[in-house]
C-alpha cells in the first residue's frame, strides 16, 4: 500500500510524515511527495497544509497539483488537515481565496470580540487543545472517546453549506464544523500529527480505512 | 471549551537541559530527549526548548535535539534562543519546530517579526517579552534584555500589543524579576498584557509551586503556563499539576 503526503511547499512535513510512520503496523510505504503522478498512483492520500490559504493555493498551483488533489479524492482514501482541509471549499474570507471547490461552503474568520460563557474574552487564533464531539458515526472514531481533545491552531474555520458534510464539531465559544467529509473523504481542522494519541489514533484508523463509510 | 495549556520549558545549552536563578547558577537536570518523552508521557499539552547556547559552533545542537524531539513526541514544539535572522526561523521549523521564539531580535529589529509571520504563518511566530516591574506598586513594565539586566525603554504591554499587530501568533511573557525565584508569576503584568492582546499569551517565569499555576490562569488571565524547575527536578509531574489546575476549576486537557 503507498501512502502519499502532498509537499507543495507550504512548511515543514516532518511531522505528518512521522506520525504517520508511528502507526503504520501494516507496512505500508508513506513518503512525500510533490509529483502529481506519484499523487495518483497511490493507493491513500494525506493532504496537509498550514500557513495562509492564498500561499496554499498558490503553491498547489504552482506544483501543477491541484488536479492531482481533485483526482484523488474521487475514489482514495483521502485526509485533509487544517489548510489542505480549508482548501477543499469554494472559497475563503482569508485573502478572499477561491478554493478546489469540493465542498459547498465557506471558510470564513472568528468574529472578532468573542466571549466564553463567564464573559473571558476569547482569544484569536483559537489555539490548543479542544474537545471535539462527532456528530455522526465514521469508521475513523473507532477508539476515541466522543469529546476527546486535539490540538488546533487556526484563525478560520469551516463553514459548510450544508450540515450534511460535517462529521465532528467543537465550541469556541459556538459549535463549529472541525470534521468535514463525505464517502473516500475526511478533512480535519484540527492537527492530528500534533495531537498525541488520539491524534496517532485516529490516523491508524485511517491507514485501516478502506475508504467506505 | 479550550483547555488551558500546561506546558515545561527546557533550558537547553551544549545538549543539555539546565537551570539556574535568574540565568545565573546552572543546575544540570539532564538530556532533552529523555526530558521531552517523560513529560509528553505525562500529559505536558506543548513543549518549549530556549537554546541558551552562548557560542555560535554549538548553535546546530539545538536542531539535533529538535529532530530527535520531533521523530518521537507527537505535541506542538516551540524553540527560542538566538532567532536573528529569517533563516533563523526557517531552520528550525525544518528541524521539527511548530513554533520559533523571537526575543531581542524583535526589539532590534520589529520588521523581522512581520517578515517571519508573513513568510511562515502567525501561528509559527512566538514573540517572548521579558519585563520587569519598574515602579514600586507594580503597574508599570518595561521590557529587559540580556537577562534581565538592560532596560530598552520599550512599555511591556504596548509592546505587546504591538509585536501582535506586527503578526506573532503569540506572547511568551516572562516576569523576569520573578524568573528562578520560585515565587510565581507578576500577576498584574499577566493580567495587563493579557487583557490588552488579542492572541494568547503564556506566563513565565517564577513557578515554584502548582497554585502558582492556578494563579496564572485564574488572576493572570493566561491562556497557557510554562514552568520548568517544578517539573524537572522532581517535585510535580505535569499530571499533578493539571489535577490541581482541574481542582480549582480550570478546564485542562487530562
Known amino acids: ?213 | 471549551m479550550l483547555a488551558k495549556r500546561i506546558i515545561p520549558c527546557l533550558d537547553v545549552t551544549a545538549g543539555r537541559v539546565v537551570k539556574g536563578v535568574n540565568f545565573v547558577g546552572l543546575r544540570d537536570a539532564g538530556d532533552p530527549i529523555e526530558i521531552a518523552r517523560r513529560y509528553n508521557e505525562q500529559g505536558a499539552d506543548e513543549l518549549t526548548f530556549l537554546d541558551i547556547t552562548a557560542s555560535s559552533d554549538d548553535r546546530d545542537l539545538i536542531l539535533h535535539v529538535i529532530e530527535a524531539v520531533a521523530d518521537q513526541v507527537f505535541i506542538p514544539l516551540t524553540v527560542g534562543g538566538g532567532v536573528r535572522r529569517v533563516a533563523d526561523v526557517r531552520r528550525l521549523l525544518n528541524a521539527g519546530a511548530d513554533k520559533v521564539g523571537i526575543n531581542t531580535a524583535a526589539i532590534t529589529d520589529p520588521d523581522l517579526v512581520r517578515d517571519a509571520a508573513g513568510r511562515f504563518g502567525s501561528q509559527a511566530i512566538v514573540v517572548a517579552v521579558d519585563a520587569k516591574a519598574v515602579n514600586a506598586d507594580n503597574t508599570r513594565w518595561e521590557v529587559f534584555t540580556h537577562g534581565g539586566r538592560r532596560p530598552t525603554g520599550l512599555d511591556a504591554v504596548e509592546w505587546a500589543v504591538k509585536m501582535a499587530e506586527y503578526g506573532a501568533g503569540e506572547i511568551l511573557l516572562t516576569s523576569m524579576d520573578r524568573d528562578g525565584t520560585r515565587q510565581g508569576f507578576n500577576l498584574a503584568l499577566t493580567r495587563a498584557v493579557s487583557e490588552a492582546v488579542p492572541v494568547p499569551v503564556i506566563a513565565s517565569g517564577g513557578v515554584g509551586t502548582l497554585q502558582h499555576l492556578v494563579d496564572g490562569v485564574k488572576e493572570g488571565k493566561a491562556d497557557a503556563v510554562l514552568a520548568a524547575s517544578i517539573f524537572h527536578f522532581g517535585d510535580h509531574t505535569v499530571g499533578e499539576a493539571k489535577a490541581a489546575m482541574r481542582a480549582a476549576g480550570v478546564e485542562v486537557r487530562l
Not at chain 1, 8 to 17: E, F, P
Not at chain 1, 46 to 73: I, K, S, W, Y
Request: with cysteine; glycine share 10%.
Open chain 1, 1 to 213: 500500500m503507498k501512502v502519499a503526503i502532498i509537499d507543495y511547499g507550504m512548511g515543514n512535513l516532518h511531522s505528518v510524515l512521522k506520525s504517520v510512520q508511528a502507526v503504520n503496523d501494516a507496512g505500508a510505504e508513506v513518503f512525500l511527495t510533490s509529483d502529481p503522478d506519484e499523487v495518483v498512483r497511490a493507493d491513500k492520500v494525506v493532504f496537509p497544509g498550514q500557513g495562509a490559504m492564498p500561499d496554499c493555493m498558490r503553491e498547489l498551483n504552482a506544483h501543477g497539483l491541484a488536479e492531482a488533489v481533485l483526482e484523488t479524492t474521487r475514489s482514495k482514501p483521502f485526509f485533509g488537515i487544517c489548510v489542505g482541509a480549508q482548501l477543499l471549499f469554494e472559497h475563503s474570507e482569508e485573502g478572499d481565496t477561491p478554493g478546489l471547490g469540493l465542498f459547498a461552503g465557506d471558510v470564513v474568520r472568528f468574529a472578532p470580540g468573542l466571549t466564553d460563557a463567564a464573559g473571558e474574552r476569547l482569544k484569536v487564533p483559537h489555539m490548543g487543545w479542544n474537545r471535539v464531539f462527532q456528530t455522526r458515526p465514521h469508521p475513523l472514531f473507532a477508539g476515541i472517546e466522543d469529546g476527546e481533545r486535539f490540538y488546533f491552531v487556526h484563525s478560520y474555520r469551516f463553514a459548510p453549506a450544508t450540515g450534511a458534510l460535517t462529521l465532528g464539531e467543537s465550541e469556541y465559544p459556538d459549535r463549529f464544523a472541525c470534521i468535514v467529509g463525505r464517502d473516500n473523504i475526511f478533512a480535519t481542522q484540527f492537527h492530528t500529527e500534533k495531537s498525541h494519541r488520539a491524534g496517532l489514533q485516529m490516523m491508524k484508523n485511517f491507514l485501516a480505512w478502506d475508504g467506505s463509510v
